[in-house]
């Protein structure tokens, strides 16, 4: 750790406080160039306390960066994990409101519900594959803090990967009913198709980034407990929207998930 108690607690109170009043700010490590990989995980654990302490509980455990097309989108090469909360949870076919968001994009995303309890090192694909009791997918609607989505890993770890909002929908699976690798994603804004994907697209097998969260928490005396949502990260590059947008995404044998933007 390179930055002490109170600078940590004063980063997370700033990048919170623009996600609640959504407005943006300079990524924070222009600022603090030494801070690590420990700080930026400190200030979103920080974050995670103060949303927790206000009543709002964490509902789930997400994996960020976790496609190539979504590493080459944002210029960088390594999985990064957060969480979302309850308030971030919209119903399917619920109209978002824009105006608490400061520049939306949607992912495409599949997602999952554990049975058992992961736990790193040493975590992978088979292990996933026998603690996931069903399949399930979802958009995720990020909104990075950081002017202009720009950022490096540590800046977007320490402001909780993004998350802001997210969808559950279409029809949940039983994992040994999928492929979970060929499983073809078809994302659609305003009825034209703009990016499409198929679920190897993240990390070779979705499963394959659950176990790197695993392992992620594990080196940290962490898991996954039983009966985790967990969103794997965006199967194509992420898709801006604006007030008026509609969005649909197709997911093979899991149906549609579908949105407004207001
Ligand atoms: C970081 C969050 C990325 C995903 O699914 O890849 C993410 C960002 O791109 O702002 O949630
Ligand atoms: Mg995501």
């Given at each position: 750790m390179k930055l002490d108690n109170n600078t940590l607690a004063q980063l997370a109170e700033h990048l919170e406080?623009?996600?609640?009043?959504?407005?943006?700010?300079?990524?924070?490590?222009?600022?603090?160039?030494?801070?690590?990989?420990?700080d930026a995980y400190a200030i979103q654990d920080i974050i995670r306390a103060r949303k927790e302490g206000r009543g709002n509980k964490t509902v789930g455990?997400?994996?960020?960066?976790?496609?190539?097309?979504?590493?080459?989108?944002m210029g960088v090469d390594t999985p990064v994990f957060?969480?979302?909360?309850?308030?971030?949870?919209?119903?399917?076919?619920?109209d978002i409101r824009t105006a608490e968001l400061i520049h939306p994009k949607v992912e495409a995303e599949i997602c999952v519900v554990t049975k058992s309890a992961l736990k790193g090192p040493g975590c992978h694909v088979?292990?996933?594959m026998a603690a996931i009791d069903?399949?399930?997918?979802?958009?995720?609607?990020?909104?990075?803090?950081?002017?202009?989505?720009?950022f490096d890993l540590k800046s977007v770890i320490a402001?909780?990967?993004?998350?802001?909002?997210f969808v559950i929908g279409?029809?949940?699976?039983?994992?040994?009913?999928?492929?979970?690798?060929?499983?073809?994603?078809?994302?659609?804004?305003?009825?034209?198709?703009?990016?499409?994907?198929?679920?190897?697209?993240?990390?070779?097998?979705p499963a394959a980034?659950?176990?790197?969260?695993?392992?992620?928490?594990?080196?940290?005396?962490?898991?996954?407990?039983?009966?985790?949502?967990?969103?794997?990260?965006?199967?194509t590059e992420a898709i801006a929207v604006q007030a008026g947008d509609s969005v649909n995404v197709r997911f093979q044998d899991l149906g549609t998930v579908a949105m407004r933007f207001a």
């Open positions: 406080s623009a996600e609640l009043k959504a407005h943006d700010v300079t990524k924070i490590t222009d600022e603090y160039p030494d801070m690590d990989w420990d455990l997400k994996c960020g960066l976790t496609s190539y097309a979504k590493m080459k989108q957060g969480f979302v909360s309850d308030y971030m949870a919209c119903a399917e076919g619920s088979g292990a996933v069903f399949v399930i997918p979802g958009v995720e609607i990020i909104d990075s803090r950081y002017r202009d989505f720009k402001d909780n990967t993004s998350a802001s909002r279409g029809r949940s699976r039983r994992v040994d009913e999928l492929d979970l690798r060929t499983l073809g994603v078809v994302l659609e804004k305003n009825g034209q198709i703009v990016a499409m994907a198929a679920g190897a697209a993240v990390m070779g097998h980034a659950i176990a790197a969260l695993a392992n992620h928490l594990g080196a940290r005396g962490q898991e996954i407990p039983a009966g985790s949502f967990i969103m794997t990260g965006g199967v």
